[in-house]
């Protein structure tokens, strides 16, 4: 499991990552705090806008921020993008308004939107086996799960013994620590893509995307997933505290038992991938989210039901996004990757934009019971679609004859009567997902 560490450079950009994520958690918690200063009993309206902005940069950013820093070498780009969002995080003690809040956490959001599908498209250039890159997505999905555990606690216990305004200073350090271990740390060689206009680039990994069967289906995997991680998030204080009744030391127990179920998984992928392809795990995960909001909704509401459904939706999490990097450098090239996991991070972050409110909407207006059921309508329809999307047997060597190339082409010297068979990738000379003996075109 750890064996990917053994690898310096592996080392050190995890290490990087873990510390900025800490740092990142501290700033969510000092954000809300900040909120309630400012704008007290609409602190929920600040934070709820300030979340939507998170997704919208998200959406939106990250693959025209890709476009832009496409130019520079990669790992300018990721130092830069730390020091950013550290000098952004310096600055949110000192605001005074509330538009100032959103302001800087669009600057920021825009920022990670950039750094982390960069980060995510090098390891595998790091990591070359692909045993081990499949160990190190393990790793990161442990330190996201951990993350989420370990940050609530430490900010509870900084609380005790500083301002709020000092965790900004804290994350700010974290952050500018990840950008001097980036500094430190020398990448491989990365295959340089040719050179395209603005929106080329911009437009390159959904296009990438829309015509590969593997991530068609991957992106409707992360809308059944998030649909099941959506109810967590945004109704298990709800369920805990208001319908159960209970304190907040029992909502932190219940998202542990979710973070427990991912963690699980996580851990035991890169052995269940010895006998089982990505797409049956993840499929799993999603028919675990359906049954787990199904039986949500069918029965009564209680400590045991919700100590029972939620490592289960942890799980599904596990088994849904963990070995979603390695579809991804699968069905793309080297030089397309920084693209593809940016229209990845963008599109994955689009399915909690839909599911997000839509859980809290539907639980605040209907109930609880209703959302659990229209979010596993929702994570059904996600399923059959990644089923027929990604189908089972997909072939992925196909004969198929180039329109648009002349018969001397370098790519044809083994075709035969303008016909030739190899593994397919959508890129330059292939613009869509060709039918046995179809003609396919440029992208």
């Not at 780009?77 to 310096?90: K, N, S």
């Not at 959506?230 to 298990?236: G, I, K, L, R, S």
Request: glycine share 8%; hydrophobic share 55%; proline share 5%.
């Amino acid at each position: 499991m750890f064996e990917p560490l053994q690898d310096w450079r592996y080392r050190r950009l995890f290490s990087a990552q873990c510390i900025a994520l800490l740092g990142t958690g501290l700033t969510t918690i000092a954000l809300a705090l900040l909120a309630f200063e400012l704008a007290e009993e609409r602190a929920g309206v600040v934070m709820g806008t300030a979340l939507a902005i998170k997704m919208g940069a998200y959406v939106v950013v990250a693959p025209l921020a890709q476009a832009f820093a496409e130019r520079l070498p990669r790992r300018l780009m990721l130092i830069l993008l730390e020091l950013l969002r550290g000098v952004v995080v310096l600055v949110l003690p000192f605001v005074t308004e509330v538009w100032q809040i959103y302001v800087l956490i669009f600057v920021l959001q825009s920022a990670s939107a950039a750094f982390t599908p960069a980060l995510q498209a090098t390891i595998p250039g790091v990591l070359r086996e692909e045993r081990l890159y499949v160990k190190g997505l393990s790793l990161t999905r442990l330190a996201h799960d951990l993350e989420n555990l370990i940050s609530p606690l430490l900010a509870a216990y900084l609380l005790t013994l500083v301002s709020f305004n000092l965790l900004f200073l804290g994350t700010a350090l974290a952050l500018f620590a990840s950008a001097a271990i980036i500094a430190m740390t020398a990448l491989p060689h990365f295959e340089r893509a040719p050179e395209r206009s603005f929106a080329t680039r911009a437009l390159r990994g959904v296009k990438i995307f829309l015509h590969t069967p593997s991530l068609k289906g991957l992106t409707a995997i992360h809308f059944a997933i998030a649909a099941g991680g959506a109810m967590v998030a945004v109704n298990t204080v709800v369920y805990v505290q208001s319908v159960l009744a209970l304190g907040q030391r029992d909502v932190a127990l219940v998202m542990a038992c979710f973070g427990a179920g991912s963690m699980t998984v996580a851990l035991l992928v890169p052995h269940l991938l010895d006998h089982v392809k990505d797409r049956t795990i993840m499929l799993a995960g999603c028919i675990i989210t359906v049954i787990a909001l199904g039986i949500g909704a069918l029965i009564p509401q209680g400590l045991w039901s919700l100590l029972l459904l939620w490592p289960m939706l942890g799980a599904a999490l596990g088994a849904g996004v963990t070995t979603a990097g390695r579809v991804l450098i699968h069905a793309a090239r080297e030089s397309d990757r920084p693209a593809v996991f940016a229209a990845h991070f963008s599109i994955a972050h689009a399915a909690w934009l839909v599911t997000y409110p839509t859980a809290g909407v539907v639980g605040a207006r209907f109930g609880l019971d209703t959302a659990f059921l229209v979010l596993g309508v929702l994570a059904l329809l996600g399923t059959l679609l990644a089923m027929r999307a990604w189908p089972a047997r997909l072939v992925v060597a196909v004969e198929h004859v180039h329109a648009d190339l002349p018969p001397d082409d370098p790519h044809l010297a083994d075709a035969r009567g303008g016909r030739h068979a190899h593994p397919i990738v959508i890129d330059d000379l292939h613009g869509r997902w060709p039918a046995a003996g179809g003609r396919v075109e440029r992208l």
